[in-house]
Nanobody, 125 residues
Framework: QLQLVESGGGLVQPGGSLRLSCAAS????????IGWFRQAPGKEREGVSC??????RYADSVKGRFTSSRDNAKNTVYLQMNNLKPEDTAVYYC????????????????????WGQGTQVTVSS
């Protein structure tokens, strides 16, 4: 059974950093893309970043500040978030979707079949 569990959210001041973790079980990361999405109250879900064996991708709003990485030995994906801004406040979700090895992942939620429960990130002074 495929399962994703996010952790690492919390309250941080503007300019601070957080690292989110997405622990995967029941499948091999080599054959999947992992996407990070966020949803703020009253706003649509937004694709933030994704990573697969072919590379990673970022939304313009987080490019240069967020970095996705994978630890295949731990079957875990990370989202390092630096220089956080109040507009980064949202519930963050990781999601998994099968992907061909040579393809780059995409930031569309419809491309992902399995989702974690989400973790709250609040950026405020």
């Amino acid at each position: 059974q495929l399962q994703l569990v996010e952790s690492g959210g919390g309250l941080v001041q503007p300019g601070g950093s957080l690292r989110l973790s997405c622990a995967a079980s029941g499948f091999n990361l080599d054959y999947y893309a992992i996407g990070w999405f966020r949803q703020a109250p009253g706003k649509e879900r937004e694709g933030v970043s994704c990573i697969s064996s072919s590379g990673d991708r970022y939304a313009d709003s987080v490019k240069g500040r967020f970095t996705s990485s994978r630890d295949n030995a731990k079957n875990t994906v990370y989202l390092q978030m630096n220089n956080l801004k109040p507009e980064d406040t949202a519930v963050y979700y990781c999601a998994a979707g099968k992907i061909l090895s040579f393809r780059l992942c995409v930031l569309r939620g419809i491309s992902y079949d399995d989702w974690g429960q989400g973790t709250q990130v609040t950026v405020s002074s």
